[in-house]
């Protein structure tokens, strides 16, 4: 499937793959990096999600980037912005420009927050690995509970283009714990279905953990991601191209 | 949700809704079978469904109390009806107007049958309670595949009215190895807003098996069946009614 770029018109849609050619993720994400390592922002812990208070700067790159929601608060200088969990960890373990203040208010180490994100979301390990996955391949990826998929992914800010994939995240070959989806035939037809009538493709990705367990984010390099995509057959549609 | 009766406008939605007070569907069972006894009705085991080959008063019958499907063949005295597992053992062992044969050609007793549908579908013991709880209460009862459900229901004929409802038939209780449904958020996600979009709720019946096998039918008294539906909810629409 081609990226549908969004836009009244032609031409409308023509200045949204501009601006996106103009200003590719790779690029904003790497300016929201060097932004925070500078700031040396820092975040903290909050139920299921991280909060995190940034400059007017940041503001944007975090809008740009598609980390988080913001916050409404009445404070000022500062915007809030909430992170989720795999959003959280991604800016701390793999960009390395955000820290994570625990209860006591001192950084937690990338051990702790991994066993902190693993205390509120069973199958974290793969989880993450699926979304980092898609994040180091610099596709903008956003929860998909809407669709009824783990994440929806984007090829640049969800202004400029819609999605063109839902994905499930499952776990294959050593174990089948991380999600107990596409059982059956029946939530096949569902999830394509779907995602077929929003234009979507269904992307799987089967994390293999390879024999490696999940008790610290060291595991992570060796589990390795193999990715399907999955359409609706139609007889019709089909025959002859 | 009030039934959505079929038809171009208001007059011609009424007259589909007449049409299915004045010739409501246990009437239309009753004379089928009524029709299929008298006849000694016999259809034989065909890979994963039963054929059988009727008269011309009894197809159509069994087109209006939507029984399988029929197949075209070059004979001209008789039509072929494909049966699926549930609908053939329901006119055999429920309705007790069909007898089925095997591959010996003299018909299968309860308990061969059973068999048979067990070693075509797994879970059929769980299905068929489901199938005829739904049917005993008149429902029009249907293949989900293009839902991605189990069943779809319609309160009269299909050409009458559109279906209400998506069936996913789940073990509920001391065992729950009868269908991988419904075990992630991210699947009532999907299967409601897919089930939404088509002005259908999600119908989910919970079968308890008491403790009971399922090595012969007569498990099936001792089942209960649990009936809950599933509908979005959302924060705009439900506020104030």
Known sequence: MAPRWKGKDTKAKKDSEDEAHKEPMS????????????????????????????????T????????GQPVSTVEKDKQWFQLGLEEAFYLCNSLKCLKINGS???????????????SKKKAFSCFYKGYSHLRL?????????????????????????HSEYGVLVLSGGD?????????EWSDFHCTTRLLGS?????????????????????CLAKYTVEERTITRWSPQQCREG
Chains 1, 2 share one sequence.
């Open 137 to 161: 391949k610099n596709w903008v990826v956003r929860p998909g509970a809407q669709y009824g998929v783990d994440f929806v992914v984007y090829r640049h800010h969800p202004a400029l283009v």
């Open 104 to 118: 006591n208010n001192s950084p937690q180490d990338d051990q702790e927050l991994w066993h902190f994100m693993r």
């Open 198 to 218: 929003v234009a979507k493709s269904l992307l799987v990705l089967y994390i293999s953990k390879n024999g490696v367990g999940d008790d610290s984010p060291s």
């Open 175 to 183: 174990d089948n714990d991380c999600n107990g989806r596409l059982r």
């Open 27 to 58: 690029k904003i994400i790497y300016l929201l990096q060097s932004s925070l390592v500078q700031s040396d922002a820092a975040g903290f812990l909050s139920g299921n999600s991280v909060r995190v208070a940034v400059e007017a700067e940041q």
């Open 60 to 67: 944007d790159l975090f809008v740009k980037a598609c980390f």
